[in-house]
């Protein structure tokens, strides 16, 4: 092989490697979560609004991701979920066996697979479901429940403010 042909080569090589390298630097930094917080915050969506609407389930998990990002909450999705008095399904033990049938592949289809992909979407940073035919911002929402005094959305069965 000529010097030449060896150059080209390894340049080729050189700019495939860097470019692989790239796809997966940038897949890393658009995951910025983990498997663990995949399982919590699908699980929550499951108890909290698993009857409800994909919009309501992403809305649920836009929630909890903003209240990770306050100052006001824990920094971390189980510390938010597992906060005092936050979450019925945590104190009621509905979360606990939520966790088990999340371990046992329950949520691999069906409703318990949409919670996931509103888990997975809430945990890469979107802040915005679509009902009624528009888009919500939920960037300022950091409560729900089925009766909230003063809520200033309404998706499904739920209010948010």
Do not use: W
Not at 9 to 28: D, H, K, N, P, R
Not at 83 to 90: I, L, S
Not at 113 to 132: D, F, H, R
Request: overall charge positive; some cysteine.
């Amino acid at each position: 092989m000529s010097l030449k042909k060896a150059v080209v080569l390894l340049l080729a090589v050189g700019i495939l490697f860097s470019s692989s390298l790239t796809a997966v630097q940038a897949e890393a930094a658009k995951k910025d979560y983990t498997k663990r917080d995949v399982k919590l915050l699908a699980s929550i969506i499951f108890c909290e609004a698993g009857n409800q609407s994909y919009a309501g389930k992403l809305a649920v998990g836009c929630v909890v991701m903003n209240r990770k990002r306050s100052h006001s909450f824990p920094n971390t999705v189980e510390g938010v979920i597992r906060q005092k008095r936050q979450f019925t399904p945590v104190s009621t033990g509905k979360f606990s066996k939520e966790l088990k049938k999340y371990k046992k592949g329950a949520y691999k289809k069906g409703v318990r697979a949409t919670c996931v992909k509103a888990a997975k979407e809430a945990l890469s940073g979107k802040s915005y479901v679509k009902a009624k035919g528009k888009k919500i911002s939920m960037r300022k929402y950091h409560f729900f429940s089925r009766r909230l005094r003063r809520a200033k959305l309404r998706i499904g069965a739920h209010d948010f403010k």
